[in-house]
């Protein structure tokens, strides 16, 4: 008797196969981060900003708390007295960074957003205050668009496009000052 497993298994088995020889991330240089959770590629980003902040030789403190209703910022900047939330995306099949969990009310100065691609980082340095929640602007975008409000509770999602990011290459500690 034929059982679905080995009809399933080879289907399966030449997808992933089919998929991989289009996948811009296969052999790159970043390609294990896609491996990881959404919130343990929030840790990375988290970690890089703290560690890069460091190195400039500004003194840093993580927020370690896990209450998301307590949370306002991800690292306090305390050599300027600047809270920060921080985001991290990975680029998508049509060459976009999605942002989660944006949320207006939070006691935040400003975001950092970490694009990667496959072979690429880029950062946005966002004043909270020209961010797009509620009206379209073109502050860090090269088109006007404003952050999409999640259908439920308080939270924003903001896209920026490759070409929103190019310009922010960062490869050494002086591209980030």
């Known amino acids: 008797m034929l059982k679905i497993s080995e009809i399933l298994r080879p289907i399966v088995n030449a997808t992933v196969e089919k998929q991989k020889a289009n996948d811009k991330w296969v052999n790159s240089t970043y390609e294990s981060i896609k491996q990881l ?20 030789g500004i003194e840093v403190e993580s927020n370690s708390e896990t209450d998301r209703t307590k949370k306002h910022w991800d690292i306090r900047d305390k050599t300027n007295n600047k809270d920060l939330e921080v985001k991290l995306a990975t680029q998508g099949q049509a060459e976009t960074y999605q942002y989660e969990g944006f949320e ?6 400003g975001a950092i957003l970490l694009a ?14 020209k961010m797009p929640f509620e009206r379209e602007n073109s502050h860090y975008t090269l088109s ?34």
């Open 116 to 129: 990667v691609a496959p072979n690429n980082v880029y950062v946005t340095c966002a004043v909270k205050h």
């Open 104 to 109: 207006r009310d939070r006691d935040y100065a």
């Open 37 to 56: 959770e959404i919130d343990k590629r929030g840790e990375v980003g988290e970690l890089l900003v703290e560690k890069v902040l460091l190195a400039l």
């Open 144 to 177: 006007s668009r404003k952050m999409h409000h999640r259908g439920h509770g308080t939270q924003y999602k903001w896209t920026l496009y490759q070409r929103d990011v190019e310009m922010r290459e960062i490869t050494t500690l002086d591209d980030f000052s």
